[in-house]
């Protein structure tokens, strides 16, 4: 053993830690409401910024079938910690593939399909965006305008080049289809396009299924390919086939696309970042070798993912009695929500605020992108304690009975003040 002397951590030469010069960070927009919130004292405050459901009573919610199906896994002593396969649970993979593209889909029965446990949403667009720029000849990602917050951070940093297509209206508040199709129209031949699979964050606006078709035929002549994200399956229109149309026209043409899911909502489990990212190729000899590569890029990532969430979600989907109670509970969140809709619709015109607002009740799923104007917002959260992000979208989840008449006069007062 020698004598030196093992010096401590690194320091610059007059003292100071090497991370002195580090700027500070800024907050995430959508989580930094939270941290506002969380701080303000007021008894009236409420929070609509994160996409989180909640009760009637403001509580978040573990579904019925959830506890049932832990209570199960629990009780089974024959169930071990081992670390799972680099691709995951099989059983959750096999599952999570039938339900976005169906359980008759003719990719899944010719082995056309490659699916591979991830953690949530977020993680399985990121090993879709590494996988595609490491393998992938076109390096140009065309996501909409707007989008939720985290997509051109996930796609640029794996190396993608982002650019935006137009989507959304805000005369109208609707679907900007003409923009969409013209813009996706010039892009580059074999360019990536990200597809909110349904229930689109932040604006609830989603083309018809009509609408769906004339994008389909658009980007398959233009040799585009399709990116899905399906962050709300069943949680959108309360029904799980419903709410994957859009997916299956593009897989029943034959033609390859990818699809991030995730069980952060429609199954309540947040914090168990529970998703599965599929990749239909068109041969089964394509598909095994795509899944080699995908294990080359999750194993230096993580290694392998969690296996709670994943045993909880395959032990509900593969039990006809727990995926019917599962249903019925994921009915009553997506009808809780539109009924939200419908009185903070009726609230306004109660308090006959200016404007049009049906776009309240026309925009579907967790979100409602109000059209108020950053310094609405700012008064809103000001004057009535009222939380959300700057570009005017509110979580309808977050909303109550009981909440719905203090939002809507804080919106009224917000419309209406100077004028």
């Known amino acids: 053993m020698n004598n030196q002397t093992i010096s401590s951590s690194p320091t610059s030469a007059n003292g100071d830690s090497v991370f002195a010069n580090i700027a500070r960070g800024p907050e995430d927009p959508i989580l930094g409401v939270t941290v506002a919130y969380n701080k303000d004292q007021s008894p009236i405050k409420l929070n609509l910024g994160v996409g989180a459901y909640r009760t009637e009573e403001g509580k978040p919610l573990v579904l019925d079938v959830v506890r049932r199906a832990e209570q199960l896994i629990v009780n089974d002593r024959s169930r071990v910690k081992e670390y799972l396969p680099i691709t995951g649970l099989s059983d959750f993979n096999k599952l999570s593939a039938k339900l976005i593209f169906g359980s008759d889909s003719p990719a899944i029965q010719e082995n056309?399909?490659?699916?591979?446990?991830?953690?949530?949403?977020?993680?399985?667009?990121?090993v879709g965006a590494e996988f595609l720029a490491r393998h992938y000849h076109q390096r140009t990602i065309y996501i909409p305008q707007p989008t939720w917050g985290n997509h051109p951070k996930v796609f640029a940093i794996a190396g993608l080049a982002v650019k935006y297509y137009r989507y959304y209206e805000p005369t109208t508040r609707g679907l900007d289809f003409q923009g969409l199709l013209e813009d996706l129209s010039s892009a580059p031949s074999g360019a990536i396009v990200l597809l909110h699979a349904c229930a689109h964050n932040p604006t609830g606006v989603d083309p018809t299924l009509e609408q769906w078709e004339q994008i389909r035929q658009l980007m398959r002549s233009r040799g585009l390919l399709p990116f899905f994200d399906s962050a709300y399956q069943g949680f959108a229109s309360g029904s799980l086939d419903k709410d994957a149309e859009p997916v299956r026209l593009f897989v029943a043409d034959g033609g390859e696309c990818f699809a991030a899911q995730s069980y952060a909502k429609n199954m309540g489990l947040y914090g168990e970042r529970v998703g599965a990212l599929s990749i239909v190729c068109k041969s089964a000899d394509v598909a095994s070798r795509v899944e080699s590569q995908l294990k080359l890029v999750i194993r230096p990532m993580y290694s392998n993912p969690?296996?709670?969430?994943?045993?909880?979600?395959?032990?509900?989907?593969?039990?006809?009695?727990?995926?019917?109670?599962?249903?019925?509970?994921?009915?009553?969140?997506?009808?809780?929500?539109?009924s939200m809709r419908q009185q903070l619709y009726d609230a306004l015109g109660a308090r006959g605020t200016p404007g049009d607002w049906s776009h309240i009740i026309?925009?579907?799923?967790?979100?409602?992108?109000?059209?108020?104007?950053?310094?609405?917002?700012?008064?809103?959260?000001?004057?009535?304690?009222?939380?959300?992000?700057?570009?005017?979208?509110?979580?309808?989840?977050?909303?109550?009975s009981r909440t719905v008449p203090h939002l809507a006069d804080a919106i009224h007062a917000a419309v209406t003040r100077g004028a």
Not at 307 to 317: E, K, N, P, R, Y
């Open 362 to 400: 026309k925009q579907i799923g967790m979100f409602t992108f109000t059209g108020l104007n950053t310094e609405q917002v700012s008064f809103m959260t000001k004057e009535f304690h009222i939380y959300m992000t700057s570009d005017g979208r509110i979580s309808m989840a977050g909303l109550s």
């Open 306 to 338: 969690p296996i709670h969430g994943a045993s909880i979600v395959a032990t509900i989907l593969k039990d006809r009695n727990m995926y019917s109670e599962w249903t019925v509970e994921l009915k009553a969140m997506a009808d809780r929500i539109i």
């Open 112 to 126: 056309r399909v490659t699916t591979v446990q991830c953690l949530s949403g977020t993680g399985s667009l990121r």
